[in-house]
């Protein structure tokens, strides 16, 4: 579905910044090749970056969503001095599933992007495997971003929830696990 997007963003000159499942790189690749793209020109000069999960939200083994909202900040502000009109950051999001240290701070970093992101243009859209996540982890996710793609049409998240109410509420549930935890 993100191919003509994808396609049209190298049309028009914007940079390109893939996040993606290291087992399934290769895979991506040959996508966007199929798709009328010169990968390997594209990468040469720097217009396509692929990068796998252990370069940018597992790096070091572990999610640091400090160090993950600093990358995406400079990822979009590079991309502006380097000349390029905008850039089109594709994430694929099943890392959050892996057993890692971090992973449980997805909500919140997914929240705090709403913080960064604003300050650009640049259209930033995380993947979710539907299949692979649990209803209530995608219904908290669903309400971090403003605008979804369901149903492959894009619109305004009717469930969205600003960032500063969503922080709170999500300590409040920290909170809350943690007295119960000590009751028991």
């Known amino acids: 579905m993100l191919h003509s997007f994808i396609k049209d ?3 028009r000159g914007d940079k390109a910044f893939h996040l993606v499942n290291p087992e399934l790189r290769e895979e991506h690749l040959k996508r966007l090749a199929e798709a009328g793209i010169n990968v390997q020109n594209a ?3 720097g217009q396509l970056e692929v990068r796998p999960w ?4 597992l790096h070091g083994d572990h999610f640091d ?5 600093a990358l995406i900040e400079e990822v979009l502000q590079s991309a502006d001095t380097a000349g390029y009109p905008l850039t089109r950051l594709v994430a694929h999001m099943e890392w959050a599933l892996l057993d890692k240290p971090g992973v449980d701070n997805l909500v919140e970093y997914e929240t705090r992007l709403n913080y960064v992101l ?3 243009d640049d259209p930033v859209i995380c993947t979710y495997d539907l299949s692979k996540f649990p209803a209530s982890m995608v219904m908290d996710i669903m309400r971090t971003h403003p605008v979804v ?3 492959g049409i894009l619109q305004e998240n ?3 929830v600003p960032p500063d109410q969503f922080l709170l509420e999500l300590r409040e549930r920290r909170s809350v696990r943690r007295s119960a935890g ?3």
Do not use: E, R, S, V
């Open 9 to 11: 963003g190298f049309d």
């Open 43 to 45: 990468m040469d000069t």
């Open 54 to 57: 252990q370069d940018a939200y």
């Open 65 to 69: 969503q400090n160090a993950m909202l």
């Open 118 to 120: 604003p300050k650009y």
């Open 149 to 151: 793609i369901i149903g």
């Open 158 to 160: 009717p469930f969205f």
């Open 182 to 184: 000590m009751a028991n």
